[in-house]
């Protein structure tokens, strides 16, 4: 069981940054792929990164490729996500997500066992 809980959300103007973590329990984290996902309102939840247990291998949507970048330190059961260069359309919950069949390179919503209770990123034009 892996337990997940997300901060750092907030309210910032377009081209400014925010970091958001992500803290877990369990001792399966650092054997499972850490992604983020978000969800806007009306639309459905998307990926926006992933990275694999090592660290070595990282996917990003393409929206946020360039801007974002995500991280993870397996000794503090941490991963985080910078946000730079954010966008009004980066408006969202920003959810921490983890899961067995969750694959880096390939990530899908539908395999992600455990979710976080999200985070709320709002950015103003």
């Known amino acids: 069981q892996v337990q997940l809980v997300e901060s750092g959300g907030g309210l910032v103007q377009a081209g400014g940054s925010l970091r958001l973590s992500c803290t877990a329990s369990?001792?399966?984290?650092?054997?499972?792929?850490m992604g983020w996902f978000r969800q806007a309102p009306g639309m459905e939840r998307d990926v926006v990164a992933t990275?694999?247990?090592?660290?070595?291998?990282?996917y990003y949507a393409r929206s946020v490729k360039g801007r974002f970048t995500i991280s993870r330190d397996n000794g503090k059961n941490t991963v985080h996500l910078q946000m730079n260069s954010l966008k009004p359309e980066d408006t969202a919950v920003y959810y921490c997500a983890s899961g067995r069949s969750l694959m880096p390179l390939a990530p899908r919503v539908v395999d992600a066992d455990y979710w976080g209770q999200g985070t709320q990123v709002t950015v103003s034009s």
């Open positions: 990275i694999s247990w090592s660290g070595g291998s990282t």
């Open positions: 369990g001792r399966t984290f650092s054997s499972y792929t």
